[in-house]
Protein backbone atom coordinates (compact mmCIF):
# COMPACT_ATOMS: atom_id res chain seq x y z
CA UNK A 1 0.00 0.00 0.00
CA UNK A 2 1.07 3.42 -0.92
CA UNK A 3 0.92 6.61 1.27
CA UNK A 4 -0.53 9.49 0.30
CA UNK A 5 1.59 12.62 -0.62
CA UNK A 6 0.87 15.95 0.21
CA UNK A 7 2.19 19.36 -0.53
CA UNK A 8 1.50 22.92 -0.44
CA UNK A 9 3.10 25.75 -2.12
CA UNK A 10 3.97 29.26 -0.42
CA UNK A 11 5.75 32.19 -1.46
CA UNK A 12 7.52 34.56 1.38
CA UNK A 13 9.76 38.10 1.10
CA UNK A 14 13.18 36.88 -0.44
CA UNK A 15 14.93 39.30 2.44
CA UNK A 16 13.16 35.96 4.54
CA UNK A 17 14.71 32.76 3.03
CA UNK A 18 17.85 33.48 4.88
CA UNK A 19 16.05 33.64 8.40
CA UNK A 20 13.70 30.24 7.27
CA UNK A 21 16.75 28.46 6.30
CA UNK A 22 18.98 29.24 8.97
CA UNK A 23 22.84 29.20 9.92
CA UNK A 24 24.02 25.80 8.03
CA UNK A 25 20.26 25.09 7.42
CA UNK A 26 19.73 24.78 11.03
CA UNK A 27 15.81 26.15 11.23
CA UNK A 28 15.17 24.67 7.98
CA UNK A 29 16.39 21.06 9.17
CA UNK A 30 13.98 21.39 12.81
CA UNK A 31 11.19 22.59 10.91
CA UNK A 32 11.28 19.48 8.63
CA UNK A 33 12.18 17.03 11.87
CA UNK A 34 9.44 18.49 13.34
CA UNK A 35 6.74 18.54 11.20
CA UNK A 36 7.67 15.15 9.23
CA UNK A 37 8.03 16.95 6.08
CA UNK A 38 10.07 18.48 3.33
CA UNK A 39 11.04 21.55 2.31
CA UNK A 40 12.31 22.84 -0.93
CA UNK A 41 13.34 26.16 -0.87
CA UNK A 42 13.73 28.56 -4.32
CA UNK A 43 15.95 31.14 -2.77
CA UNK A 44 15.81 33.61 -5.82
CA UNK A 45 11.94 33.65 -5.82
CA UNK A 46 11.33 33.26 -2.54
CA UNK A 47 8.80 30.04 -3.39
CA UNK A 48 8.75 27.40 -1.06
CA UNK A 49 7.53 23.69 -1.33
CA UNK A 50 6.09 21.58 2.08
CA UNK A 51 5.57 18.22 1.08
CA UNK A 52 5.28 14.59 3.17
CA UNK A 53 2.72 12.58 4.39
CA UNK A 54 1.30 14.20 6.90
CA UNK A 55 -1.58 16.67 6.08
CA UNK A 56 -1.21 17.95 9.62
CA UNK A 57 2.83 18.36 9.41
CA UNK A 58 2.21 20.45 6.39
CA UNK A 59 -0.67 22.38 7.99
CA UNK A 60 2.05 22.83 10.60
CA UNK A 61 5.27 23.83 8.60
CA UNK A 62 3.15 26.05 6.63
CA UNK A 63 2.05 28.22 9.66
CA UNK A 64 5.77 28.35 11.03
CA UNK A 65 6.97 29.10 7.69
CA UNK A 66 4.07 32.12 7.23
CA UNK A 67 5.50 33.19 10.65
CA UNK A 68 9.07 34.21 10.08
CA UNK A 69 7.76 35.36 6.52
CA UNK A 70 5.43 37.77 8.71
CA UNK A 71 8.94 38.78 10.01
CA UNK A 72 8.68 36.93 13.09
CA UNK A 73 12.16 35.71 14.69
CA UNK A 74 12.21 31.54 14.19
CA UNK A 75 12.52 31.23 18.27
CA UNK A 76 8.71 33.01 18.30
CA UNK A 77 7.90 30.80 14.89
CA UNK A 78 8.67 27.41 16.32
CA UNK A 79 5.83 28.69 19.41
CA UNK A 80 3.41 27.43 16.55
CA UNK A 81 4.61 23.29 17.05
CA UNK A 82 3.01 23.39 19.97
CA UNK A 83 -0.96 22.52 18.99
CA UNK A 84 -2.41 25.16 21.66
CA UNK A 85 -0.93 28.12 19.93
CA UNK A 86 -1.81 30.32 16.53
CA UNK A 87 -0.89 32.67 14.22
CA UNK A 88 -3.27 35.05 12.89
CA UNK A 89 -2.49 37.89 10.54
CA UNK A 90 -3.85 41.26 10.14
CA UNK A 91 -3.65 43.07 7.07
CA UNK A 92 -3.22 46.98 7.43
CA UNK A 93 -4.39 47.41 3.72
CA UNK A 94 -7.84 46.70 5.16
CA UNK A 95 -7.63 49.60 7.42
CA UNK A 96 -5.84 52.34 5.14
CA UNK A 97 -6.70 51.10 1.81
CA UNK A 98 -3.51 51.98 -0.88
CA UNK A 99 -2.28 54.82 0.92
CA UNK A 100 1.22 54.37 2.30
CA UNK A 101 0.99 57.15 4.70
CA UNK A 102 -1.78 56.23 6.24
CA UNK A 103 -0.23 52.65 6.53
CA UNK A 104 2.64 53.76 8.11
CA UNK A 105 0.96 56.13 10.16
CA UNK A 106 -1.11 52.72 11.70
CA UNK A 107 1.75 50.94 11.91
CA UNK A 108 3.16 53.54 14.36
CA UNK A 109 -0.35 53.32 16.36
CA UNK A 110 0.31 49.69 16.55
CA UNK A 111 3.83 49.88 18.17
CA UNK A 112 3.47 53.10 19.57
CA UNK A 113 6.57 55.31 21.07
CA UNK A 114 9.72 52.72 21.78
CA UNK A 115 7.59 49.63 21.44
CA UNK A 116 5.07 50.87 24.15
CA UNK A 117 1.21 49.59 22.60
CA UNK A 118 2.91 46.72 21.12
CA UNK A 119 4.82 45.81 24.61
CA UNK A 120 1.39 46.75 26.60
CA UNK A 121 -1.03 43.76 23.97
CA UNK A 122 1.66 41.60 24.40
CA UNK A 123 1.70 41.70 28.07
CA UNK A 124 -2.22 41.51 28.37
CA UNK A 125 -2.74 39.29 25.93
CA UNK A 126 0.59 36.74 26.20
CA UNK A 127 1.33 36.75 22.55
CA UNK A 128 3.54 37.97 20.57
CA UNK A 129 3.13 40.57 18.20
CA UNK A 130 5.41 41.12 15.02
CA UNK A 131 4.40 44.39 12.52
CA UNK A 132 6.31 43.71 9.04
CA UNK A 133 5.94 45.70 5.72
CA UNK A 134 1.42 45.56 5.48
CA UNK A 135 0.93 43.32 7.75
CA UNK A 136 0.46 42.54 11.63
CA UNK A 137 1.44 38.81 12.83
CA UNK A 138 0.13 37.17 16.52
CA UNK A 139 1.56 34.33 17.80
CA UNK A 140 -0.69 32.85 21.07
CA UNK A 141 -3.06 30.58 22.55
CA UNK A 142 -6.31 31.44 20.83
CA UNK A 143 -7.85 33.29 23.55
CA UNK A 144 -4.72 35.81 23.72
CA UNK A 145 -4.67 36.01 19.94
CA UNK A 146 -8.47 36.93 19.83
CA UNK A 147 -7.89 39.81 22.13
CA UNK A 148 -4.59 40.64 20.57
CA UNK A 149 -6.46 40.99 17.31
CA UNK A 150 -9.34 43.02 18.67
CA UNK A 151 -6.88 45.56 19.87
CA UNK A 152 -4.78 45.69 16.56
CA UNK A 153 -7.77 46.22 15.17
CA UNK A 154 -9.30 49.09 17.40
CA UNK A 155 -6.16 50.55 17.12
CA UNK A 156 -5.99 50.47 13.11
CA UNK A 157 -9.25 52.06 12.87
CA UNK A 158 -8.47 55.21 15.59
CA UNK A 159 -9.35 53.88 19.08
CA UNK A 160 -7.89 56.11 21.88
CA UNK A 161 -4.57 54.09 23.40
CA UNK A 162 -5.88 54.17 26.33
CA UNK A 163 -9.76 52.48 25.80
CA UNK A 164 -7.56 49.89 24.09
CA UNK A 165 -5.66 48.71 27.45
CA UNK A 166 -8.60 49.71 29.39
CA UNK A 167 -10.57 46.55 27.92
CA UNK A 168 -7.43 44.37 27.57
CA UNK A 169 -6.80 45.19 31.53
CA UNK A 170 -10.05 44.16 32.25
CA UNK A 171 -10.59 41.44 29.80
CA UNK A 172 -7.07 39.70 31.92
CA UNK A 173 -8.34 40.27 35.19
CA UNK A 174 -11.87 38.60 34.25
CA UNK A 175 -9.76 35.47 32.77
CA UNK A 176 -7.14 35.83 35.97
CA UNK A 177 -10.44 36.02 38.48
CA UNK A 178 -12.09 33.63 36.61
CA UNK A 179 -9.28 30.92 36.72
CA UNK A 180 -8.52 31.62 40.73
CA UNK A 181 -12.38 30.38 41.48
CA UNK A 182 -11.68 26.98 39.77
CA UNK A 183 -14.01 28.03 36.91
CA UNK A 184 -11.15 26.27 34.52
CA UNK A 185 -9.51 28.25 31.33
CA UNK A 186 -11.57 29.97 28.64
CA UNK A 187 -11.38 26.91 26.48
CA UNK A 188 -12.96 24.35 28.89
CA UNK A 189 -15.88 27.35 29.86
CA UNK A 190 -16.69 27.73 25.97
CA UNK A 191 -16.83 24.29 26.09
CA UNK A 192 -19.49 23.52 28.43
CA UNK A 193 -21.58 26.49 27.61
CA UNK A 194 -21.33 24.87 24.48
CA UNK A 195 -23.01 22.20 26.04
CA UNK A 196 -25.57 23.38 27.80
Do not use: W
Request: net charge positive; charged share 35%.
Amino acid sequence: MTSQQYNYELKIPRERIAVLIGKKGVIKREIEASTKTKLNIDSKEGDVLIYGEDAMGIFTAREVIEAIARGFNPEFARLLLKTDYVLVIVDIKDFAGKNNETALRLKGRVIGKDGKSRKTIEFFTETKICVYGKTIGIIGKPEGVESARRAVESLLKGAPHGNVYKVLENKKRELTIKELSGEGSLDEREGKEQIQ
